[in-house]
């Protein structure tokens, strides 16, 4: 993750402070206390192209006090005492550790056993409520998801690290051999460097053993690049470190993944601009200069590429297909004009019903295992990415 | 090739009873107490006598087949009883019947069953069925056993003697046989004789079995039903074959007469239809016997295209909506039923009448995931096996009863603690099988049952949705007992808050959320209102209605038990109410409210005086 953010700016305990005693004020005089957080939905979220990520609008969700909604603020008010106690004593935790801390209170005390939470989405669900609550990160709260991607390999980056008592930690990635490095998904300071000249590019690859068969067969060897693994659907830490690359290292960054409606929805549009349920920290978790690389349709043609038909008569298929004509029409990223040609990528996937696996590469000639690096290297050339 | 030889009636059943229902030790139990009490049942109703049937069936040692007992299977009735003469065609020869081919909705047919029954005795035991037999113009009873000769199909009557009898008239017979006796469960003795209970509202059963102790279940309807004689054919039920021999009956007569006597819901109308509809009229006043047979056909295609009244309600024996709840409630405490009859209607070619009865018992274990117990009737007889390819059990899995409140996996029985009883009643049932176990599927007829059922799980489904504001209700109230003080606790905490702003925030929370309970409240008591409305027409057929001493409907326990907890709720917001009153009121706090309200008019006097100088 790129910056600092356990320093917030915002006095969070004074805040949840006041507004329990605002809440407790509103019950002694029997009237309906309310909560308002910030409303994290695409209906709510405005996306500029001169800033490129998704931002919060003016809509709020109010949660008044009634029978249906008495649960949900017990339990918010609940976790808000723990995760305060945490902000105040500096210490940290991850949303499972909260969910087995919460867990452990209610089991221990008969009189919270209505709160008890069934698996951790729940308590999850309250965190993440909290946070649009108080208009801060999860990471504001000293509470941080497991790690989970953003494996890097570069023979020609440097990274210190800025360690919480003032120490720097130098990483020269070249020196870890098979090992990459992994950024954390928790607030860290980091300073990049190319070790000599510039760093030509840098490839995001959605699929992280794609990323690793790559290193393995010379990639990051022959290239002055960065090259890491996605794993996906990009954690936090993965969305502020390809930040951090864009904004400390002028290099352009390339995304490689599937040609298909849910790796452009879900997965390359996070990783640019952002998500709706992530609205009030895009700006420190998107790169919106990061690029389309592929699989593009055009490719499928010019590169010979095994893809297959899209069978609506799978639920997943068809509902993922139905989620791509929703956002055709109603995401605010697709229906700007500067991402037209993303739009139409997604267009072309809803008529033609048709997708190619990122791993399609692979089998252009299977004698050649450098292959796939030629088709990338090929593409950069030419300038065939979104 | 052998000798071509013709066999007996009697040795045919003989060598395979499995056909008509002692294919297991379990089924013949069963098989022979069904044949022995319908059999009462058909007697006392033809001779207009309320029927009162004791039932008595224990082990008597072991069988002589392998894995089975000795059982002793007692019937008695108060019938008319059978004259000695009669006692070996009843129950010692096959398709001995008064009802064969009659067309009539009682519950034996054919003549089978209870020769098939000692049969089974002979068989397994060496010996047939012992009766006593006692009429009313006999002054001593009859004592006999009824053997079959089943190479002559014949009964040979054994041991006669005449003996003292302390009943003016009335049957009773007594199978020792090898079987398996299963009191509950789809095949169980209880679901026959409780089934059989049910549909028969002016019965009378006593019953013993094994060492449980006896039970009565005493009629709730002194009017016996008469079996409709047999009516005329409707012309809609047959079919072309049928009809041409049906004709041959009247072969002096004219067409006309033939139509307007051999049928019924024929009529001068009718006939005017049947010419629009191609009947040749020059053909009417022809004999029946110097009409063609190519031509009968354009007669009968005619006739089918026309619309005819459909037939007597006559024809078919119908147990009725006050019958079915008045039976209902005997088999135990009822916390909900509802009935239904439908109008009599043809399904292919035949009339039929289905009812419904859905009923809940409070004393019965079923649980809420567990699929519904099913009862089947044909013609008031319940048919316990080969549930599956049955007609009653296709419509009942075919009706979506998650539209009135039932949970039910797809195409299958509705869960829940319910019991369903379907019955069907009609002159011609068709069978799928000779041990009339099942009820063919025909589209016409699973049509006629789901209207029957949707009706039913209309009338259910207030009764539900009463339940489901009750369970919102309550749900509500555990919501402010639980959630309110942990809510209240945290916010306290956070907020650094004494203990007194703490109760009060107590109080105003109980007082907020009392105002949700409340709205809860008026929409279960609408659903409640909706639910008496239906339940007092129910109890005013019934001639019971269960009200208080003030003339209002009874509630049930879970109405009372939620009213109750809302009562407590505000009870005890008001107590609290009342000593923060009295808190105030003490002298010390006397003063500071003094003094407040001290303050508070100077500052009006300031602000008026303000407001003057500025006005001048």
Not at chain 2, 8 to 28: D, M, R
Not at chain 2, 227 to 233: D, H, K
Not at chain 2, 503 to 528: I, M
Request: with cysteine; aromatic share 6%.
């Amino acid at each position: 993750m790129a910056k600092s953010l356990r320093h917030s700016k915002k006095d969070i305990p004074k805040i949840a402070r006041a507004l329990c005693d605002e809440m407790l004020r509103d019950l002694e005089h029997a009237k309906r206390p309310t909560l308002q957080a910030i409303k994290c939905s695409l209906d709510n979220a405005i996306y500029d192209p001169k800033i490129g990520y998704l931002a919060p609008g003016k809509k709020k969700v109010t949660t008044e006090l009634n029978v249906s909604s008495v649960q949900k603020l017990a339990r918010t008010v609940f976790l808000l005492d723990i995760m305060l106690n945490n902000v105040e004593l500096g210490t940290v935790n991850s949303t499972r550790e909260f969910y087995y801390m919460a867990k452990g209170l209610v089991k221990s005390d008969n009189h919270l056993k209505p709160i008890d939470f069934d698996d951790q989405n729940e308590s999850d669900a309250i965190i993440y409520y909290i946070c649009d609550m108080l208009e801060v990160y999860r990471e504001e709260l000293n509470c941080f998801a497991t790690d989970r991607g953003g494996q890097t390999y570069s023979q020609n980056l440097v990274v210190t690290e800025t360690l919480p008592d003032g120490k720097k930690a130098v990483i020269d990635l070249s020196k870890l051999g098979t090992t990459p490095f992994q950024p954390k998904n928790q607030p860290q300071v980091f300073s990049l460097k190319p070790k000599k000249g510039k760093i030509d590019f840098c490839l995001v690859i959605e699929s992280v053993s794609t990323a690793n068969t790559f290193v393995h067969n010379g990639f990051t060897k022959r290239n002055n690049c960065i090259l890491l693994g996605a794993q996906g659907v990009p954690s936090n830490g993965v969305r502020g470190w390809c930040k951090t690359i864009q904004d400390q290292l002028d290099c352009p960054i390339f995304f490689y993944g599937d040609l298909d409606a849910y790796t452009l929805q879900n997965i390359f549009r996070t990783l640019k601009a952002g998500s709706a349920a992530s609205l009030i920290r895009n700006s420190d978790f998107s790169a919106p200069d990061v690029k389309f690389l592929g699989v593009l349709p055009e490719d499928i043609k010019k590169y010979d590429l095994h893809c297959y038909d899209v069978k609506e008569k799978d639920a997943a298929e068809a509902r993922s297909l139905k989620k791509a004509r929703d956002v055709l029409s109603n995401d605010p990223f697709f229906k700007d004009k500067k991402n037209k040609a993303l739009a139409d990528i997604l267009r072309w996937l809803v008529k033609e019903k048709k997708r190619c696996e990122q791993q399609a590469i692979f089998s252009v000639n299977p004698k050649d295992p450098t292959m796939p690096e030629k088709i990338i290297l090929d593409k950069i050339k030419n300038k065939s990415y979104v | 090739m052998g000798k071509i030889k013709a066999s007996s009636t009697a040795e045919y059943f003989a060598k395979n009873l499995q056909q008509v229902g002692f294919s297991s030790p379990i089924k013949a139990v069963l098989t022979t107490l069904k044949e022995a009490v319908d059999n009462s049942l058909d007697a006392c109703e033809d001779a207009g006598i309320a029927p009162e049937i004791k039932v008595k069936i224990k082990k008597i040692g072991r069988g002589s087949s392998k894995s089975t007992d000795l059982v002793d299977i007692v019937i008695e009735d108060n019938g008319p009883g059978l004259d000695a003469d009669d006692l070996p065609k009843v129950f010692g020869e096959y398709l001995a019947s008064s009802k064969f081919g009659k067309g009539q909705c009682s519950r034996g047919q054919q003549g089978i069953g209870i020769s098939a029954a000692t049969t089974w005795a002979q068989l397994t035991n060496a010996k047939g069925v012992k009766v006593v037999s006692k009429t009313k113009k006999m002054r001593k009873a009859v004592s006999a056993q009824v053997d079959v000769d089943i190479k002559a199909n014949k009964g040979k009557i054994k041991n006669k003697e005449t003996i003292d009898w302390d009943r003016e008239h009335g049957l009773k017979v007594e199978f020792k046989i090898d079987g398996r006796i299963q009191l509950n469960g789809d095949g169980g003795l209880l679901t026959y004789l409780e089934g059989t209970a049910l549909v028969n509202p002016h019965l009378t059963l006593e019953y013993e079995l094994l060492d449980n102790e006896k039970v009565k279940i005493e009629r709730v309807s002194e009017e016996v039903p008469k079996v409709p004689p047999s009516t005329l054919p409707h012309p809609h039920t047959m079919k072309l074959g049928e009809f041409i021999t049906h004709a041959h009956l009247y072969n002096t007569s004219t067409l006309e007469t033939f139509l307007k006597k051999g049928f019924s819901r024929v009529t001068d109308h009718s006939i005017k239809e049947f010419i629009k509809s191609g009947m040749p009229k020059n053909a009417l006043t022809k004999k029946v016997q110097t009409i063609p047979d190519a031509d009968f056909k354009n007669i009968f295609q005619a006739i089918q295209e026309t619309e005819l009244t459909n037939p007597s309600t006559r024809s078919v024996l119908v147990v009725g909506e006050e019958g079915l709840a008045r039976s209902i409630q005997r088999l135990g405490d009822i916390d909900f039923f509802s009935v239904v009859t439908r109008k009599p209607t043809i399904c292919d070619f035949k009339p039929v009448v289905v009812e419904v009865a859905i009923a809940r018992f409070l004393d019965r274990s079923s649980k809420e995931d567990e699929p519904v117990q099913l009862i089947r009737f044909a013609n008031r007889v319940p048919l316990q096996f080969d549930k599956g390819g049955c007609a009653i059990t296709r419509a009942v899995e075919s009706v979506n009863w998650r539209a009135y409140g039932l949970n039910q996996p797809r195409k299958s029985l509705p869960l829940g603690p319910y019991i369903f009883a379907v019955s069907v009643t009609s002159p011609f049932i068709k069978f799928k099988n000779a041990s009339k176990e099942t009820i063919d599927a025909s589209d016409e007829l699973v049509e006629e049952l789901r209207l029957a059922l949707m009706r039913a799980g209309q009338k259910l489904s207030r009764h539900i949705k009463r339940e489901n504001k009750a369970a919102d209700l309550e749900r509500k109230i555990q919501h402010i007992e639980k959630f309110g003080p942990i809510l209240v606790e945290g916010l306290a905490k956070i907020a650094h808050a004494s203990d007194a702003r703490k109760r009060k925030a107590e109080e105003g929370l109980e007082r907020l959320l009392g105002r949700d309970t409340k709205s809860a409240l008026e929409d279960l008591e609408t659903a409640e209102e909706k639910l008496a409305v239906l339940k007092a027409k129910q109890k005013e057929k019934l001639g019971d209605m269960a009200k208080d001493e003030d003339g209002d409907y009874l509630e049930d326990e879970l109405i009372k038990t939620t009213k109750k907890k809302v009562a407590a709720i505000a009870k005890k917001a008001a107590s609290k109410k009342m000593a923060s009153k009295k808190e105030a009121a003490k002298p010390d706090n006397k003063k500071v409210a003094t003094k407040k309200t001290a303050t508070k008019k100077a500052t009006t006097k300031k602000v008026a005086t303000k407001k003057a100088a500025r006005k001048k």
